[in-house]
């Protein structure tokens, strides 16, 4: 692992110390950064026990939704709340991803406060990388009834990282430039816009859905 990670500083003056939420380490996971079998994200955020997880620039991210057996369940990011999301579960987090994510791997998100609410604490998201023919798919359903009305599926397992991220792109523009995918043939419903886990990009619209859902 370590050797997929460019530091500054002499490896001499950091092999003792190494800290994966150390600022200048943090920043190489701001995203997602794939290291052996493992994809890591690792993100700077307020926790509380009050205010539930809040990201600097999209607000309150608390809300998280899975779609299984049963429906539609919620649940709440709170301070030292692990949450598994097992391979194959639809999920998504409200204002922070306008899509359901559905992949082949498990998920494993560990909220860390900080000692202080005033202060942020850290996000820690493991998964395992795709490998062979194993997909990551960008889902819509209807917001009243649930009916699947779009699937973007791409094979991560080929792709890797790269393909995550232009797929996640395309499958949002074709959602939101297709009226028809977000008009619902089964109840008429008109479904929102879907929008990427990167605000930097959002067009007006895509902030809105953001808003929204
Ligand atoms: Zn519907």
């Known amino acids: 692992m370590f050797a997929q990670i460019e530091i500054k500083d002499p490896i001499e003056k950091v092999v003792e110390d190494w800290d994966y939420l150390n600022e200048k380490v943090l920043k190489h996971y701001s995203t997602f950064k794939v290291a052996g079998h493992n994809i890591f994200g690792l993100r700077r955020r307020f926790i509380s026990y009050a205010n539930g997880m809040n990201d ?8 998280f939704f899975e779609l299984g057996p049963k429906g539609v369940s919620e ?3 709170d301070p030292l709340n692990l949450r598994i999301t097992t391979a194959g579960t639809p999920h998504r987090v409200a204002h922070n991803f306008g899509y359901w994510h559905i992949n082949d791997k498990d998920e494993l ?3 860390i406060p900080s000692a202080s609410d005033d202060e942020m604490g850290h996000y820690v998201v493991v998964m395992g990388l795709p490998k062979g023919c194993e997909t990551d798919s960008f889902a819509w359903y209807c917001e009243e009834c649930g009916t699947l009305l779009y699937d973007h599926v791409i094979e991560t397992g080929q792709t890797g990282l790269a393909g995550f991220w232009k797929g996640e792109r395309e499958a949002v523009n074709r959602y939101n430039l297709s009226p028809h995918l977000r008009h619902c043939p089964e109840c008429n419903h008109v479904n929102p816009h879907g929008y990427c886990w990167n605000k930097a990009k959002d067009t007006p619209e895509e902030a809105a859905a953001r808003l929204h859902w």
């Open 56 to 63: 600097p620039k999209k607000g309150n991210i608390s809300r």
């Open 75 to 77: 649940g709440t990011n």
């Open 109 to 111: 998100y560990i909220p």
